[in-house]
């Protein structure tokens, strides 16, 4: 089935650790997204990617990293920086190269990162 | 900039009862594209629905519709007949111009819905 994955589900991060956050997918999409939601807000957006071997900084970058080596993965590290890490990740892929196409973001299913 | 406001924070229907979720937003840019989303408890948000600005003729899929209206800036979207499975949050999300040759998708913070047997 295509569609995208992330891992793992639930993650558990004690103070001081850096930890990266999964996505993958198999849509032969050539932009993806990464997103933080906290509770009651909409989603915010943190890296995204239109290209391989290109990213570009969101709203709320700071304390955060991504990759983009490959076309089908687009992995997000939260780093010791990130003040207040807790919230739901949410990656997204689209079909075009983003920028001046009217493509439909599609969502994973999301990890939910907790700092012990 | 853009914003997208769902002044509904929280809705509680009774299973049947046709409920409507409020989205307006405001860009300067004259093409634009709405999204609706719904993210059910397990997580994953899931696309309903996209339309761009130059079409404004309101869409029906089952028991949704929408009602896009450029000269005040909405894009409801309406539930018939609700059921259970529709207990959800619904995002409303506008894609435009952001400058330096990007297109955001803004977000709104969403309403929850609840439908009670």
């Known amino acids: 089935d295509g569609g995208i994955t992330q891992s793992p589900k639930y993650l558990f991060r004690k103070e001081g650790q850096n930890v990266t956050l999964s996505c993958e997918q198999n849509?032969?999409?050539?932009?993806m997204y990464w997103y933080r939601q906290d509770p009651g807000q909409g989603l915010r957006l943190i890296y995204y990617s239109q290209i391989v071997n290109d990213f570009q900084k969101g709203d709320i970058a700071e304390g955060y990293s991504v990759s983009r080596e490959k076309k089908e993965s687009f992995p997000l590290t939260v780093t010791s920086a990130q003040k207040n890490p807790t919230a739901f990740y949410l990656c997204?892929?689209?079909?075009?190269?983003?920028?001046?196409?009217?493509?439909?973001?599609?969502f994973g299913p999301g990890t939910r990162l907790t700092v012990l | 900039a853009q914003k997208v406001t769902q002044a509904q924070t929280e809705i509680s229907v009774v299973e049947k009862e046709d409920v409507t979720l409020d989205c307006v937003y405001e860009t300067r840019d004259t093409t634009y594209y709405l999204f609706w989303y719904k993210q059910p408890p397990s997580g994953e948000l899931v696309f309903l629905i996209r339309r761009n600005s130059f079409d404004e003729q309101n869409e029906i899929s089952g028991r949704y519709s929408w009602n896009f209206q450029k000269s005040t800036s909405s894009f409801n979207f309406t539930i018939t007949a609700s059921q259970v499975v529709d207990s959800a949050v619904y995002f409303c999300?506008?894609?435009?111009?952001?400058?330096?040759?990007?297109?955001?998708?803004?977000f709104g913070k969403g309403t929850k819905l609840s439908v009670i047997p």
């Open positions: 849509l032969n999409h050539d932009a």
């Open positions: 997204a892929s689209s079909s075009g190269q983003g920028g001046f196409s009217t493509d439909t973001q599609y």
């Open positions: 999300a506008l894609r435009a111009y952001s400058g330096a040759g990007s297109y955001q998708l803004t």
